[in-house]
């Protein structure tokens, strides 16, 4: 079956840096959308980024556009999102997610806390 298991994050300063990591299994990993999610405490779920299939197109939501970079080892089956400049409004669990037949598979979540 589908398992998305998130890890990397942790707390960090304003304007530092994490790298998050979703090792996936259970799908062809390589034929699939692969997305983040955030989701701050009391606010809804958001996409943050997503990358494709081959070839791997991005796409960012816009309070994240040139701070954060996904992208994708097929080889490894492993999904990464590279956060720079963090800041407080980052703070969230981040849930690594795809869409498969229609259904939504998440992740377990990983807490990002920024805060000095």
């Known amino acids: 079956q589908v398992q998305l298991v998130e890890s990397g994050g942790g707390l960090v300063q304003p304007g530092g840096s994490l790298r998050l990591s979703c090792a996936a299994s259970?799908?062809?990993?390589?034929?699939?959308?692969m997305n983040w999610y955030r989701q701050a405490p009391g606010k809804e779920r958001e996409l943050v980024a997503s990358?494709?299939?081959?070839?791997?197109?991005?796409r960012y939501t816009g309070s994240v556009k040139g701070r954060f970079t996904i992208s994708r080892d097929n080889a490894e089956n492993t999904v990464y999102l590279q956060m720079n400049s963090l800041k407080p409004e980052d703070t969230a669990v981040y849930y690594c997610?795809?869409?498969?037949?229609?259904?939504?598979?998440w992740g377990q979540g990983t807490q990002v806390t920024v805060s000095s």
């Open positions: 997610n795809i869409m498969k037949l229609t259904r939504n598979y």
């Open positions: 990358i494709s299939s081959i070839p791997g197109i991005t």
């Open positions: 259970g799908f062809t990993f390589s034929d699939y959308t």
